[in-house]
């Protein structure tokens, strides 16, 4: 299994918009890119950390080529709202 973890400093007040967002694209990204699952967790008031899990790095670093076109969209909104996002792995 290999696990790929991320912070995300969100905007104050656009917590919602990035989470109903973030569960949009990790349900894509699990139905069409054959990840394991992602699970996200607040660290304190405009801050996240998630992890995502997948198979192997190949699969991980090979993902995004078979997500819907609405997928474009989602991920825009999401990161619309935030102020920074970093890998932590």
Same mark, same amino acid.
């Given at each position: 299994m290999f696990i790929?973890?991320?912070? %995300?400093?969100?905007?104050? $007040?656009q917590k919602e918009i990035f989470l109903n967002n973030w569960r949009k694209l990790t349900k894509l990204i699990y139905k069409h890119e054959n990840s394991l699952g992602s699970r996200i967790h607040k660290q304190d008031e405009n801050i996240y950390i998630a992890y995502a899990q997948w198979p !192997? +790095?190949?699969? %991980? $670093? !090979? +993902?995004?080529? !078979?997500?819907?076109?609405? +997928?474009?969209e989602i991920r825009n909104k999401m990161r619309e709202v935030c102020l920074e996002i970093k890998i932590l792995n």
């Amino acid at each position: 299994m290999f696990i790929v973890i991320y912070s %995300f400093k969100i905007i104050p $007040e656009q917590k919602e918009i990035f989470l109903n967002n973030w569960r949009k694209l990790t349900k894509l990204i699990y139905k069409h890119e054959n990840s394991l699952g992602s699970r996200i967790h607040k660290q304190d008031e405009n801050i996240y950390i998630a992890y995502a899990q997948w198979p !192997n +790095s190949e699969t %991980f $670093e !090979n +993902s995004g080529n !078979n997500l819907p076109g609405e +997928s474009i969209e989602i991920r825009n909104k999401m990161r619309e709202v935030c102020l920074e996002i970093k890998i932590l792995n």
